[in-house]
């Protein structure tokens, strides 16, 4: 099982232009979640799904927009760049969505550079 | 907004010593995490503490939860190289009918050889 998987590891933006994180996990979480992770910051939630068919804002979704196209995906979409959206990226999913103990698993990382 | 302390920030110390990481808050947590990351990769899970005044022990790591939910420690026996990363406490609460984590902003932890 390659568990969750983001595309792509890097990019580097001009401020305005849009683009899509996408993320997908094999092993049928129901819910999924996007991060970004600033230096001294810790991480952030951006937007959540706690299952199928819902999303829901996290502590920080201005400036970004997520689709949950089936229970394996989840992506992000920046529409509109802005310098202040250099970060990483993480995707996590989670089968506990609903319960207290909400371990959740990580992927990788992309690495956004705005300029 | 839940908030969780995490301190120190950073941590340098020798191999073979041992050490302890604080994640505090004024809110209860459903349950608290903690989870360690290596520099270009995502955070990995290392334990989860339910109980109030619970103890988990993983070989020379020992994670204690707050009587009261609202803080837990990391303790280190004998650091080794290997211990070397980024220790991040999280906290379960309830919103929207589901369960969302918060991030304590980690302690970087550095074990010199």
């Known amino acids: 099982n390659a568990g969750v998987t983001q595309t792509p590891k890097f990019q580097v933006l001009k401020t305005g232009q849009s683009m899509t994180l996408q993320c997908a996990q094999d092993?049928?979480?129901?819910?999924m979640y996007w991060y970004r992770q600033d230096p001294g910051m810790g991480l952030r939630l951006i937007y959540y799904?706690?299952?199928?068919?819902?999303?829901d804002k996290g502590e920080v979704p201005n400036g970004y927009n997520v689709s949950r196209l089936n229970k394996r995906e989840f992506s992000l979409r920046l529409e509109s760049a802005a310098p202040s959206q250099t970060s990483v990226y993480f995707c996590?999913?989670?089968?506990?969505?609903?319960?207290?103990?909400?371990?959740?698993?990580f992927g990788p990382g992309t690495r956004l550079t705005v300029l | 907004t839940q908030l969780l302390e995490q301190s120190p920030q950073f941590l340098s110390i020798q191999e073979g010593e041992n050490l302890t990481v604080y994640c505090n808050s004024s809110?209860?947590?459903?349950?608290l995490q903690w989870y360690r990351q290596e520099p270009g990769e995502g955070p990995v899970l290392l334990v989860t503490?339910?109980?109030?005044?619970e103890v988990k022990k993983l070989k020379r790591l020992t994670f204690q939860f707050g009587d009261a939910r609202k803080d837990s420690s990391l303790h280190i026996t004998a650091a080794q190289t290997g211990d070397t990363g980024l220790y991040l406490c999280?906290?379960?609460?309830?919103?929207?009918?589901?369960?969302?984590?918060?991030f304590g902003k980690g302690t970087k932890l550095s074990v010199i050889p």
């Open positions: 996590a999913s989670s089968d506990r969505g609903q319960r207290y103990y909400n371990e959740q698993f």
């Open positions: 092993m049928n979480h129901n819910s």
């Open positions: 799904s706690a299952s199928e068919g819902t999303t």
């Open positions: 809110s209860v947590f459903s349950s």
């Open positions: 503490v339910v109980t109030g005044g």
């Open positions: 999280a906290g379960a609460y309830s919103g929207a009918g589901s369960y969302q984590l918060t």
